[in-house]
């Protein structure tokens, strides 16, 4: 049996796992964010975790989630540098972006 392989088994389930538990842990974020839409704190919360799982995912071979997560941390990353207003619309493709990584995981 291959002991490396099994390394990268264990790691890539342990990157999942996290994964998702950042994902789980960003609907009540976003919630805050559309009820302080301004609050900047709120909106470097919710990108943190996308931006880690946009770097792992390529080190696991996920490319899709990667693509995704990079759209989506493209947007957060302009809401951040205030060239983006919050709206409800903004708020509804982010959410259904972290459904469809979670799908993804």
């Known amino acids: 049996m291959d002991t490396n392989l099994d390394v990268d088994d264990a790691l890539r389930t342990e990157f999942i796992d996290e994964s998702l538990e950042m994902l789980s ?15 900047l704190d709120v909106v470097q919360a919710i990108f943190r975790p996308i ?14 989630v990667k693509t995704l997560s ?20 903004l708020i509804g493709a982010e959410l259904a972006g972290v459904d469809l990584l979670k799908e993804m995981l």
């Open 25 to 39: 842990g960003l609907e009540s974020l976003f919630i805050s964010l559309e009820q302080e839409p301004d609050n």
């Open 70 to 89: 990079h759209e989506m941390e493209t947007i957060l990353d302009l809401v951040r540098k205030k060239n983006l207003g919050v709206s409800p619309e």
């Open 51 to 64: 931006h880690s799982i946009k770097g792992n995912s390529s080190f696991f071979d996920f490319p899709s």
